[in-house]
């Protein structure tokens, strides 16, 4: 069993910050990259920002320069760093993980979780 644990959405007024955390427990045996999605009222969940085991990164173009995410290893944590928000970046913020787990015989099995979500209000 794999559980995700969110935290640190709110509400915030314009051009304020916010940090969501998630972290990550149970049986993992390698995290292939952790992520941050959201999905706002009558819109498609849609990738905020995903980081690799590797360290490689990918946002989406309105967060670019303003959201960071970040990654404790020893932790199995990922963080969302938001500054500057605006009202449109009112959504639910899902954390996604891609990891490997090790079956009962031992081997290597690929699976991906979400988190319950967290909302972000950002009012203006």
């Known amino acids: 069993q794999v559980q995700l644990v969110e935290s640190g959405g709110g509400e915030v007024q314009a051009g304020g910050s916010l940090r969501l955390s998630c972290a990550a427990s149970g049986n993992i045996f390698r995290i292939n990259e952790m992520g941050w999605y959201r999905q706002a009222p009558g819109k498609q969940r849609e990738l905020v920002a995903t980081e690799t085991s590797g360290g490689r990164t990918n946002y989406l173009d309105s967060a670019k320069g303003r959201f960071t995410i970040s990654r404790d290893n020893d932790k199995n944590t990922v963080y969302l760093q938001m500054n500057s928000l605006k009202p449109d970046n009112t959504a639910v913020y899902y954390c996604?993980?891609?990891?490997?787990?090790?079956?009962?015989?031992?081997?290597?099995?690929?699976?991906?979780?979400w988190g319950k979500g967290t909302l972000v209000t950002v009012s203006s």
């Open positions: 996604h993980l891609d990891l490997a787990v090790l079956s009962s015989s031992m081997s290597e099995k690929d699976i991906d979780r």
